[in-house]
């Protein structure tokens, strides 16, 4: 539990090195909807096929960034425990 928030989301989100990465676990890091936006539209992230953002607050609006995303045809879990999420993010 870092706490890195939607900053720490956006240094993440530039790191070319994350092309590598097969499972990313942020829990716990607050980065809000903005910040699933740009670790989900990240190029590197591509490869990613557990993702797991629980308690971060990202709400509606980040799961419909990462549903959406180019980039993330390759992932096979996703968690969102404890979000704020409601019927609208089913």
Known sequence: MNKIEERGAQYLSNMC???NLQKFKLRSN???PKGAMLISTTYGTRNLSVLNLS???IG???VKHIVSAPY???LRK???NNNELTAASA
């Open 72 to 74: 993330m045809s390759n």
């Open 55 to 57: 308690q971060n607050a």
């Open 78 to 80: 996703l968690e969102l």
């Open 60 to 62: 509606d609006d980040g």
């Open 17 to 19: 090195k994350l092309q």
């Open 30 to 32: 607050n980065i809000g």
